[in-house]
């Protein structure tokens, strides 16, 4: 039985990983050049910046055992001194209160240690990258995909380790029922309209100063607003929300300006001259976003497997993804849940 895992997110890599154990036959996909899908870290000499998640929390057992697996190494996020307030007219107050993040966890090395790691496990015939599944088509012994680059690969099954409503995209031949097509377009894919800068420097002259590097402001363009820097030496950083919609933060140039003014305001001079200034943009990266991703989430969307998507072609395609695990839905341990449940399924 051969498995087609389309998708080589966290969610993806973990089913790969699964498989390979369990001597499963599979191959997985993947359309970006690199693994890790939302999960993505800027390098930066000793310094590694998360840009997509950054974060996991007590409470979510798989990542936790995972990452003792992989053999790699936690650490607290830094919220040590005051915080820092910026009022709608862009007066900046420093002061004691609640860390939000205080008590969250960060990963040695970036996230991207975990999903390079369960990349680097899988044997080079069982993975592809550059591979975009354009469309799927269901043949009598199985499926077949389609390629971007005009290669097919035939399987029995399919997993859809990717944003449902960016599988939506894809074309299905027979075209799915309405009410699974209508699913998939309505599950909102977590985080994908949001956009993060960090601000790297060679000394952490926030903390110096006494403060936490966690801000928030109702004057932007950045919201919200914490420490990035390594869990050891430098170089250290800052990281922000950007609160602006996504249409409107598309002269980056100008984004660049507003932050950097707004870095001086909160902290100093200091906050002047960046060694680097990365901004990840991922509502306009269609391997992640789809228009209707432009639209605010102003909460947490209940996720979980619709029963509409549950049985697809007899059972021949199935999901994975974050947006479908029913309880940890849009963290990284929802991307593990997935995996989980869908290894269940393609292996029973
Ligand atoms: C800015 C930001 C901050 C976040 N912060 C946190 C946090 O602090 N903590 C937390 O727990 N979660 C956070 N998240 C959510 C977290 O990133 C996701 O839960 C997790 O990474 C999802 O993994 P996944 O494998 O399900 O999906 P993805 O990572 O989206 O993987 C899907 C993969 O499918 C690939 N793909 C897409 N289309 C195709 C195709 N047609 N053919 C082949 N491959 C395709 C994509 O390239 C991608 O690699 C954040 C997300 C963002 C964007």
């Known amino acids: 039985m051969k498995t087609l895992i389309i998708g080589g997110g966290l969610s993806g890599l973990a089913l790969a990983d699964r498989l390979e154990a369990a001597g499963h036959d599979y191959?997985?996909?993947?359309?970006?050049?690199?693994?890790?899908?939302?999960?993505?870290?800027?390098?930066?000499?000793?310094?590694?910046?998360?840009?997509?998640?950054?974060?996991?929390?007590?409470?979510?057992?798989?990542?936790?055992?995972l990452i003792e697996r992989l053999g790699l190494e936690k650490f607290d996020q830094f919220s040590a001194g005051d915080l820092t307030f910026e009022d709608p007219h862009g007066q900046v107050q420093h002061g004691r209160g609640f860390s939000s993040m205080e008590g969250s966890w960060r990963l040695k090395g970036g996230l991207q240690?975990?999903?390079?790691?369960?990349?680097d496990r899988l044997p080079g015939d069982r993975k592809l990258l550059n591979a975009q599944?354009?469309?799927?088509?269901?043949?009598?012994?199985?499926?077949?995909?389609?390629?971007?680059?005009?290669?097919?690969?035939?399987?029995?099954?399919?997993?859809?380790?990717?944003?449902?409503?960016?599988?939506?995209?894809?074309?299905?031949t027979p075209d799915?029922?309405?009410?699974?097509?209508?699913?998939?377009?309505?599950?909102?894919?977590?985080?994908?309209?949001?956009?993060?800068?960090?601000?790297?420097?060679?000394?952490?002259?926030?903390r110096d100063a006494g403060l936490s590097g966690d801000a928030t402001s109702r004057f932007g363009p950045l919201v919200e607003i914490h420490d990035a820097s390594p869990a050891e030496g430098g170089p250290f950083a800052l990281f922000g929300f950007i609160g602006i919609p996504?249409?409107?933060?598309?002269?980056?140039?100008?984004?660049?300006?507003?932050?950097?003014?707004?870095?001086?305001?909160?902290?100093?001079?200091?906050a002047a001259a960046p060694k680097q200034l990365y901004i990840k943009d991922w509502a306009f990266d269609q391997n992640t976003s789809t228009q209707a991703d432009l639209e605010p989430l102003y909460a947490h969307p209940d996720y979980g497997l619709p029963q509409a998507m549950a049985h697809l072609w007899d059972g021949k395609i199935r999901f994975a993804g974050t947006e479908v695990a029913a309880q940890f839905g849009g963290y990284i341990e929802g991307a593990l849940e997935a995996a989980d449940a869908a290894f269940t399924q393609v292996t029973a």
Do not use: C
Request: net charge neutral.
């Open 246 to 270: 996504p249409q409107s933060r598309r002269d980056e140039p100008r984004l660049r300006q507003h932050i950097q003014a707004q870095l001086i305001r909160l902290f100093g001079p200091d």
């Open 176 to 206: 799915l029922p309405l009410a699974a097509r209508t699913s998939m377009q309505q599950i909102a894919t977590w985080m994908a309209g949001q956009a993060k800068a960090i601000a790297v420097y060679d000394t952490p002259f926030w």
């Open 27 to 65: 191959l997985l996909v993947e359309a970006r050049d690199r693994f890790g899908g939302r999960i993505q870290t800027q390098y930066l000499d000793d310094g590694y910046f998360d840009m997509g998640p950054a974060w996991f929390w007590p409470g979510q057992p798989r990542i936790a055992a």
């Open 113 to 119: 240690a975990l999903t390079q790691s369960l990349a």
């Open 133 to 172: 599944v354009i469309s799927l088509t269901d043949a009598d012994q199985g499926i077949v995909a389609h390629l971007a680059n005009g290669d097919r690969i035939s399987a029995d099954q399919a997993v859809l380790a990717l944003p449902p409503r960016v599988a939506a995209e894809i074309t299905f």
